[in-house]
């Protein structure tokens, strides 16, 4: 069973930079293509970044576009997600999702299209 546990959550001012991982267990992580969502209290999961199976293909969210970085390193089956010049809008807890291989036509930015989630890590950006 695929398990996914993200981490490196927390605290950080405004404009500050904060890397949250992603590690995944119980099955081929090269074969999974991964996504990373938000969601902060009173709204609902929205969309941030997606990385191809390869790490050669990536899409970001409008509100991210140029300061979040995904990437991923599939010798040690984790996914990243680098965030520079944070802003308090930013706070939400962060969850990484691995797409259901089975799709084949996809966006990479709807939930349903990830198949297994991990448990979340709090981003909190204070002014």
């Known amino acids: 069973q695929v398990q996914l546990v993200e981490s490196g959550g927390g605290l950080v001012q405004a404009g500050g930079s904060l890397r949250i991982s992603c590690t995944f267990s119980g099955g081929p992580f090269s074969s999974y293509a991964m996504g990373w969502f938000r969601q902060a209290p009173g709204k609902e999961r929205e969309f941030v970044a997606f990385?191809?199976?390869?790490?050669?293909?990536?899409i970001y969210a409008d509100s991210v576009k140029g300061r979040f970085t995904v990437s991923r390193d599939n010798a040690k089956n984790t996914v990243y997600l680098q965030m520079n010049s944070l802003k308090p809008e930013d706070t939400a807890v962060y969850y990484c999702?691995?797409?259901?291989?089975?799709?084949?036509?996809?966006?990479?930015?709807?939930?349903?299209?990830?198949?297994?989630w991990g448990q979340g890590t709090q981003v909190t950006v204070s002014l």
């Open positions: 990385i191809g199976w390869s790490g050669s293909r990536s």
């Open positions: 999702a691995a797409k259901d291989p089975n799709l084949e036509h996809y966006s990479g930015r709807a939930p349903y299209e990830f198949a297994y």
